[in-house]
T-cell receptor, first 110, second 116 residues
């Protein structure tokens, strides 16, 4: 079992819809969770971090964390074509290591 | 600097050659990470520095790979006797603190290494 699992996609949504990206992790001791966006040929850029159960909202983005189910998700409201990218989920491995999933490719259709 | 800077952005080398990849982290960031990313994969952890010391090098694939950070700022990833399988994008990231504290890492633009 991989430490961080994501569906590779592509996930296709129409412009203006809500995109829902999911991630599960295996280490119950993980405390911090991060979502990065990566455009093709570019490096990952941080979108959000979350470490408490529940929802955290930032603009059109909402991160959701459920530690009991070992599940973290990212919702993107009013999706735009410019949101088309690969979304990487990362969790802390121990105190200092970031462990990444393989990423979910999102395509927002105009 | 304003962000994490990596040089060169692209490197093409012949199999068997030695290469050095440089990373200049965000000023004041004591934690520095090297990751490797292959096409269609997420970043794979290689090594973590806290200050000058390599606190965890468990991700280095073999002894051909070595990294240093002599003054606690700039880091160099060194690869000896390169192989075609070493071809990937090498990413450097830095952060103020560790991820367990909820602090995020910020990535440089990466070095695309191609071994021919």
């Amino acid at each position: 079992q991989k430490e961080v699992e994501q569906n590779s996609g592509p996930l296709s949504v129409p412009e203006g819809a809500i995109a829902s990206l999911n991630c599960t992790y295996s280490d119950r001791g993980s405390q911090s969770f991060f979502w990065y966006r990566q455009y093709s040929g570019k490096s990952p850029e941080l979108i959000m971090s979350i470490y408490s159960n529940g929802d955290k909202e930032d603009g059109r983005f909402t991160a959701q964390l459920n530690k009991a189910s070992q599940y973290v998700s990212l919702l993107i409201r009013d999706s735009q074509p410019s949101d088309s990218a690969t979304y990487l989920c990362a969790v802390n491995g121990g105190t200092y290591k970031y462990i990444f999933g393989t990423g979910t490719r999102l395509k927002v259709l105009a | 600097g304003a962000g994490v800077s990596q040089t060169p952005s692209n490197k093409v080398t012949e199999k068997g050659k030695y290469v050095e990849l440089r990373c200049d982290p965000i000023s004041g960031h004591t934690a520095l990470y090297w990751y490797r990313q292959s096409l269609g994969q997420g970043p794979e952890f290689l090594i973590y520095f806290q200050g000058t010391g390599a606190a965890d090098d468990s991700g280095l694939p073999n002894d051909r790979f070595f990294a240093v950070r002599p003054e606690g700022s700039v880091s160099t990833l060194k690869i000896q006797r390169t192989e075609r399988g070493d071809s990937a994008v090498y990413l450097c990231a830095s952060s103020l603190l560790t991820p367990a504290s909820g602090i995020s890492a910020f990535f440089g633009q990466g070095t695309r290494l191609t071994v021919v």
